[in-house]
């Protein structure tokens, strides 16, 4: 298990739309984000989420350039941190980091766990709460979903 999981805005924004803010704490007890990915979330986070931002700031002007200030402060904050994790869901972030050889997952590799370990039992009804938000599901995620 990484020992920090670094989440960008967009996973805490379905979560929160979905209800399901929780589930991050039960699989991982702490989440950590950056400021501007706080700033970003513009809502209060909980107290088991706490704020880390890279010290390393050429880092995030250059994945600037490349992706949105969030997720650079994410990937620059993973890029400085050993044996990190983040949860990124926009495909030029995923690019970035696989070029810059960082783990990460997404928000449905998150939902999966969850089910792996029990924590969700009616994936039908998660899949509506989340076509219901304006985060794309292609039907092979789906199935992928409703596989587990």
Same mark, same amino acid.
């Given at each position: 298990?990484?020992?920090?999981?670094?989440?960008?805005?967009?996973?805490?924004?379905?979560?929160?739309?979905?209800?399901?803010?929780?589930?991050?704490?039960?699989?991982?007890?702490?989440?950590?984000?950056?400021?501007?990915?706080?700033?970003?979330?513009?809502?209060?986070?909980?107290?088991?989420?706490?704020?880390?931002?890279?010290?390393?700031?050429?880092?995030?002007?250059?994945?600037?350039?490349?992706?949105?200030?969030?997720?650079?402060? +994410?990937? *620059? $904050?993973?890029?400085?941190?050993?044996? &990190?994790?983040? /949860? %990124?869901?926009?495909? @030029?972030?995923?690019? #970035? +980091?696989? *070029? $810059?050889?960082?783990?990460?997952?997404? &928000?449905?590799? /998150? %939902?999966?766990?969850? @089910?792996?370990?029990? #924590?969700?039992?009616?994936?039908?009804?998660?899949?509506?709460?989340?076509?219901?938000?304006?985060?794309?599901?292609?039907?092979?995620?789906?199935?992928?979903?409703?596989?587990?």
């Amino acid at each position: 298990m990484p020992k920090l999981i670094i989440s960008d805005t967009a996973c805490l924004i379905l979560f929160d739309k979905i209800g399901k803010l929780d589930i991050l704490k039960e699989l991982f007890k702490t989440i950590y984000i950056t400021t501007k990915i706080a700033e970003e979330f513009k809502k209060k986070t909980p107290d088991w989420i706490s704020i880390k931002d890279p010290t390393i700031l050429s880092n995030v002007d250059t994945y600037s350039k490349i992706v949105d200030d969030g997720e650079a402060s +994410a990937i *620059a $904050l993973s890029k400085e941190t050993e044996n &990190s994790m983040m /949860i %990124l869901d926009d495909l @030029k972030a995923r690019q #970035l +980091a696989d *070029a $810059l050889e960082l783990k990460y997952t997404g &928000s449905i590799g /998150i %939902l999966i766990l969850a @089910k792996r370990k029990g #924590l969700i039992e009616d994936v039908d009804f998660l899949i509506l709460k989340i076509q219901e938000t304006n985060f794309r599901l292609t039907n092979p995620i789906i199935e992928k979903l409703r596989e587990e």
